[in-house]
């Protein structure tokens, strides 16, 4: 069967996506980055202008978008509302990170499911020419969540593991390289992604007022533990089970998540500095799917950023 052809892809960006729009359009001379005017009126909401509008007809057309906070979210959505309304051939969203993914459950009658409510905002983006939006997002806190999305949207769920994979085979001694996961959730999101390497699986276990780290499964001594998870916030759980790892034989600990949150700078707790270098992470891998955070981390040990731009390009092109 022929291959299909490949298509030239218009690519805009919000403000904060700039940097890896850029990098994105360096994979392929098939990705040409386009503008948006972003001001403001002044009352603060929003006074967009897309460049060059007529140039949409019947290209396909992608905007990269990045959910940060509350106060961006109105603005690109405005512009995904408009983009495949230019007579658009096909449209996707990059939303690398999906914020709300990990308020996904109803616990009891009042909690409001945050995940659910973002899902009906982006399923009432227009259908194009082409049909139906594709949507990508990495690494998605709950897999079950592509069926909040309505029938107009076409959930692409991409991951960030090959990228850690590609990079754990790097390093030195990678035949030394055991796996963890920080709780029973990590393992069923990723352990069929990894499962070349040994594994090992933390739990919290209640001990009267607290929750405590613990060892399920595996045996980390000896060996270079990489815990991985999708996404971190405060880091306090990663910190906890670094030091059961360490506590039982681990010679090295070192950590990946796609999405490294990090509210308050909270990123700060895991700079080496030079009186605990030595209980520090060796590494800590994310992408660049939280552009803030990848801004703030910059030439920070041990913190190296594993870009999301050549799976972006290669998801333009289905």
Known sequence: MERPKKKTVMLFYCEEADELARK???????IQLQSINWRS??????????????DIRGQHVAF?????????????????????????????????FFPTGSFERIEEEGDVATAFTLARMLSNIPISRGGPTSLVVYDIH????????NDTVLPLFETGIPLLKQRLHQLPESDKIIVA??????????HKLLDHF???????????????????????AGCHVVIVDDL??????????????AA??????????????????????????????????????????????VSAIVDKAPFEVLSLAGSIANALQI
């Open 181 to 190: 996961f920080p709780d029973d959730g990590a393992w069923k999101r990723f």
């Open 64 to 96: 990269l978008a990045s959910f940060s906070s509350t106060g961006v979210i109105f603005e690109q959505l405005s512009v995904i509302y408009a983009l495949p309304m230019l007579f658009a051939a096909s449209f996707t969203v990059v939303l690398p």
């Open 198 to 220: 040994p594994m090992v699986i933390c739990n919290k276990v209640r001990e009267g007022d607290k929750r405590i780290v613990r060892i399920k499964e595996g045996e980390p």
């Open 248 to 293: 039982h034989g681990a010679a090295k600990v070192s950590a990946y998540v796609t999405h490294g949150v990090f509210p308050k700078k909270s990123w700060e707790r895991f700079v080496h500095t030079s009186k605990d270098v030595e209980k520090a992470f060796t590494h800590f891998w994310i992408t660049d799917s939280c552009p803030v955070t």
């Open 24 to 30: 994105v359009a360096t994979q392929s001379d098939l």
């Open 41 to 54: 009126f002044d009352d603060g909401f929003p006074n967009l202008f897309i460049k060059n509008a007529h």
């Open 142 to 149: 709950a897999l079950q969540e592509r069926f909040y999305f």
């Open 232 to 245: 971190v916030q405060s880091g306090g759980t990663l910190i906890e089970c670094q030091k059961v790892l």
